[in-house]
């Protein structure tokens, strides 16, 4: 028999649900062509055009994230409630908030939530700051590497020797390049790359326990949560505390 209580929302709007199954395409990919690189010895990967094959492919791949995450980024302020920054990111108040609905969890009876519950929102803004990091160390491995935009030109101006058009210089090839300035140029972007794989490791294990969390809410919440990022719409029976009109 059919549950008269339950009703039915609609949350996530198109844009949201694209960027997220997106994201979640693009960064499997940069985590699998990321391991070939990595493992490419043990693999049997050799050679200078392997290597720049994988790193112009992870680049690739790349730029989908990074453009899906600047388009995400500004979604925020014109999206619906839902998909907006106040309702996500943590801001004044969101310290009772959480208290309030940690609360609730250790009774038993967690508070339903139509967007991200508080917990959520705290997942959801790590994920952001590290997607960022990775978006932005990227792009500048990108640029030393492999000579990639937004900063390839400049660097291929920086490291080509007197008299060699900087168009002609080729990944990991030396020829053409000045070598003090490569050295350089090797230090420079060493920082950079540490930072991009630890950053990587840690949107690894933060999707792990995002997708731990989303099975936990699923079974104590309800509401649908894989679903409604498919069709955009929850269907609840109790009453949201982020009901429209009353997001905290």
């Known amino acids: 028999m059919a549950d008269n209580n339950i009703r039915e929302y609609r949350v996530w709007d198109v844009p949201t649900r694209l960027f997220h199954w997106i994201n979640f395409l693009a960064v499997i990919g940069l985590i699998v062509i990321g391991l070939l690189m990595m493992y490419k010895k043990e693999l049997g990967i050799t050679g200078v055009p392997a290597k720049v094959g ?10 989908v994230f990074a453009v899906n995450l600047l388009v995400r980024l500004l979604w925020g302020f014109v999206g619906n409630p839902f998909a907006r920054w106040r309702s996500i990111l943590p801001g ?20 339903t939530w139509l967007g991200h519950n508080p917990l959520g929102r705290l997942a ?11 978006a932005g160390s990227g792009l500048i491995r990108a640029g030393t590497d492999v000579y990639y935009p937004p900063f390839g030109d400049m660097v ?3 490291v080509a020797a007197d008299g060699t058009d ?22 420079f972007k060493g920082p950079f790359g540490e930072v991009h794989q630890y950053a990587a490791f840690l949107l690894m294990a933060l999707l792990l326990i995002h997708i731990l969390f989303v ?34």
């Open 92 to 111: 004044p108040g969101f310290g009772a908030v959480l208290r309030s609905y940690w609360a609730t969890v250790k009774a038993g009876e967690p508070q």
């Open 215 to 248: 099975v936990l809410a699923e079974i104590q919440e309800g509401g649908g949560l894989v679903l409604a990022m498919i069709n955009g719409r929850k269907r609840v029976s109790d009453r949201p505390v982020d009901e429209p009109g009353n997001v905290p």
């Open 54 to 63: 994988l790193k112009e492919l992870h680049v690739t791949i790349g730029y």
């Open 166 to 187: 900087p168009d002609s210089l080729r990944p990991y090839d030396p020829s053409g390049t000045d070598a003090a300035r490569m050295a350089e140029l090797k230090a």
């Open 156 to 158: 291929e101006d920086y």
């Open 124 to 134: 959801v803004t790590a994920m952001l700051l590290v997607m960022l990091t990775l």
